[in-house]
């Protein structure tokens, strides 16, 4: 118990406080000194840019087909005299209409009227007094015309939206192959993924269209020496000497010599071949033994186990559409527009680079401790004479990040595991690679860009800014607040990406959790910790045709899933909870009664239901916690709350945009109070908190 300073009485005019939300986690600022509305703990929240805590939103399997989360559904009023039950497909025997069963049931007010919830409706039921079949066989009839999207109570609503999105998701396929997704990129309207083929001897290129997945074949090169006099182009029709066959030439890489010196050595890129060439002169059109082949043309392709690096431009063509250009550190570089996908040759003995970025327009690998980039303006040449070189660093190579700079001159940071470095310049005549700062480096697929660029070093995540002085730069970490734990899952990071919707640095780790950092322009308003249910592989995110954002994941089940869509972990309920440091009002040295009830403030998106409780003086256990009270609270158009003794009851509540008064049986004295809420379904969308109102009397202040 408290020892209350003697002579003094307590206040009886109740007194207001709020606990503004706010901060994200922070385990290392001592208790007392902790902003009250920052998390001692919490899972699958993240910080709003406005302000605020909100629960996380789901992920869903993507493949091209139809979004689970974009599922409708339909109520039809039926009478059954037969057998209807779920996951039949029923059909209207006047009007053809269909539609899959995701729910039997009858009306909370009318337990007479049977009515069946239908997804994947072809028509609209419009017929009032039809016979329902099922296989041909009739079932029931219809008693009223269907109507779409509607439910006696909003979580009704909720939950036939979710069962909508189940039946789905259920033909959302993998990607082929075998082990985990390690690479994907957007180009176009398209996806692409790559996964180990099964075997594991290559890897396949995939697309996603409205039939799922699809392997693209990645088409055929054709080895060539002795080119002469006449310079072979793209789209040329080449024709064998001897055979006759024809292939159209879609890209020309020269690896040794020249057309002008009779001795170019390289390699076409072919589409469209007729059939086997063999060891013969090649002709384009009237000019004859324009080069000599020593055999047929041989299949590209790709090889296993990597992880993807890319980068996307319009630099070989600036009148056309970009491309992606490819590293992967098992198999040559690559580039594909989306039809003709051609390998990249750089010369080097090894030529498996790991990662790549266009700069200044030209493409730039990485070797292990050194990089090299093309001549200006053309991926496929590597000639030094031409413009390409390579740069030595001493240390491996771990990311590139292009960097603006005063005036419109960007550089390039090479990021290295244990150094950083600037390339300044604009080609090889004015290269100047500069060191900088000693002993801060970045791990491996951790570096991004939101307003400025943020990776992980050992002291933690680290920013790296540009200021008005051309080339000065400057760093800090920016997750001083989860410092320890930070340390301990460093090793771990396997993957990063940014969702600029919500300004926000997500980094990713081999133990399905993430850390979400919310930014504010350069400052930094928040990070908070995730846990997946899937392991995170890789990472993409791109525009849209209409400029929305898109990001994707792969993961080792095979599957690619596509963040910010639903409201579950494809279908896995999302388990999240906040557990705030301890609010003390201001007065940490008073002795308070707590008063119900509380306010949650904020706003909601939909039906949610949100649990709140709380902790008092430091949990100590002298002070005899209250029971644990966990009281519910539905969110959503019309919907009601009741939930028992410890709550007000018959509550309704009609606005989505604020939320009511809990009736929280709030009771029990100490010097501070700490507030966990927590939600866990798949079916709940997410709510904004931003603070907490409560009532207290001061009892007295505390002795000793």
């Known amino acids: 118990m408290f020892d209350v300073m003697p002579g003094l009485s307590a206040s009886l005019q109740p007194k207001d406080a709020v606990t503004i939300l706010t901060g994200g986690l922070d385990q290392e600022t001592p ?95 419009d017929n009032a007094t039809e016979d329902l079949q099922v296989s041909a066989s009739t ?110 030439v879609e890209r020309v890489q020269i690896t040794s010599g020249s057309f002008a010196g009779t001795d170019a050595v390289g390699y076409l890129t072919l589409s469209g071949q007729s059939g086997a060439f063999q060891s013969e002169t090649l002709n384009v059109g009237a000019n004859t033994d324009v080069c000599t082949i020593a055999a047929d043309s041989a299949a590209i392709t790709m090889s296993p186990s990597g992880r993807l690096d ?34 990249i040759r750089t010369g080097m003995t090894a030529d498996t680079p790991t990662h790549v970025r266009v700069h200044k327009q030209q493409l730039v690998y990485s070797f292990a401790s050194s990089f090299q980039h093309s001549a200006p303006g053309n991926p496929f ?49 004015d290269w100047n690679l500069v060191r900088y700062r000693e002993k801060v480096g970045a791990y491996e697929w951790t570096i991004q860009q939101v307003a400025y660029t943020l990776f992980l070093d050992d002291v933690g995540i680290t920013d790296l800014r540009t200021i008005q002085a051309f080339g000065n730069f400057d760093h800090a970490a920016i997750s001083g607040s989860i410092r320890k734990l930070i340390t301990t899952k460093r090793t771990l990071a396997t993957a990063s990406c940014v969702i600029r919707d919500k300004n926000q640095y997500r980094l990713f780790f081999t133990d399905k959790t993430a850390f979400y950092v919310t930014m504010s322009g350069a400052k930094t ?15 993409w995110n791109e525009e849209d045709s209409s400029g929305n954002e898109e990001a994707y994941f792969g993961c080792d089940d095979g599957f690619v899933y596509q963040f910010e869509k639903g409201t579950s972990f494809d279908g896995d309920n999302i388990y999240a909870y906040v557990n705030t440091h301890f609010d003390n009002a201001e007065s940490i040295q008073y002795l308070k009664e707590y008063l119900a009830p509380i306010t949650l403030q904020g706003k909601g998106t939909g039906y949610a239901e949100v649990s709140v409780s709380y902790e008092l003086d430091d949990s100590r256990s002298v002070v005899g916690q209250p029971a644990v009270q966990v009281g519910t609270l539905p969110l959503g158009q019309g919907s009601t709350w009741d939930i028992g003794l410890e709550w007000d009851t018959g509550v309704v509540w009609d606005d989505s945009s604020v939320l009511p008064t809990l009736g929280l049986d709030l009771r029990g004295e100490g010097r501070n109070i700490s507030w966990i809420i927590t939600k866990d379904s798949d079916y709940f969308l997410p709510v904004l908190l931003t603070g907490i109102h409560y009532r207290y009397l001061d009892k007295a202040p505390l002795r000793g």
């Open 139 to 248: 079932e029931g009839n219809v008693d009223a015309v269907g109507y779409s999207d509607s439910a006696p109570t909003a979580k009704l609503i909720a939950q036939y939206n979710n069962l909508a999105a189940d039946e789905y998701r259920s033909d959302i396929a993998v990607v082929a192959g075998e082990d985990g997704v390690w690479g994907g990129f957007s180009l176009g309207a398209l996806k692409y993924a790559i996964r180990n083929k099964v075997g594991g001897a290559t890897a396949g290129l995939y697309k996603s269209d409205a039939a799922g997945w699809t392997e693209i074949s990645l088409g055929v090169e054709l080895a060539f020496t002795s080119g002469g006099a006449y310079v072979i182009a793209e789209q040329d029709t080449i024709t064998g000497a001897i055979s006759t066959e024809t292939a159209v």
């Open 381 to 429: 040449s590597w000639s030094v004479i031409l413009g390409a070189a390579e740069i030595s660093t001493g240390y491996t190579i771990t990311g590139f990040d292009v960097q603006p700079g005063a005036e419109g001159n960007a550089a390039l940071l090479v990021a290295c595991r244990q150094r950083l470095f600037i390339l300044y310049g604009n080609s090889v005549s």
């Open 31 to 125: 208790q007392w000194e902790a902003p009250a509305g920052s998390a001692r703990d919490s899972v699958n929240y993240e910080v709003a840019v406005d302000g605020g805590y909100i629960d996380i939103e789901g992920y869903e399997a993507f493949d091209g087909q139809p979004a689970p989360s974009d599922a409708s559904f339909m109520l039809l009023d039926v009478t059954v005299t037969g057998s209807i039950v779920v996951a039949d497909t029923v059909t209207g025997l006047t009007t053809g209409d269909t539609g899959v069963v995701i729910a039997v049931a009858t009306y909370p007010d009318n337990e007479t009227q049977t009515y069946l919830v239908l997804t994947k409706v072809v028509g609209d039921f």
């Open 310 to 343: 890319y980068d996307r431009s319009n630099f070989a063509d600036p009148a056309g559409a970009e491309r992606v250009y490819g590293a992967d550190g098992v198999g040559f570089g690559w580039e594909f527009d989306g039809t003709v996908f051609a390998r």
């Open 525 to 539: 308003i928040g990070i908070m910790p995730v846990l997946f249910g899937h392991q995170v592989t890789c990472t």
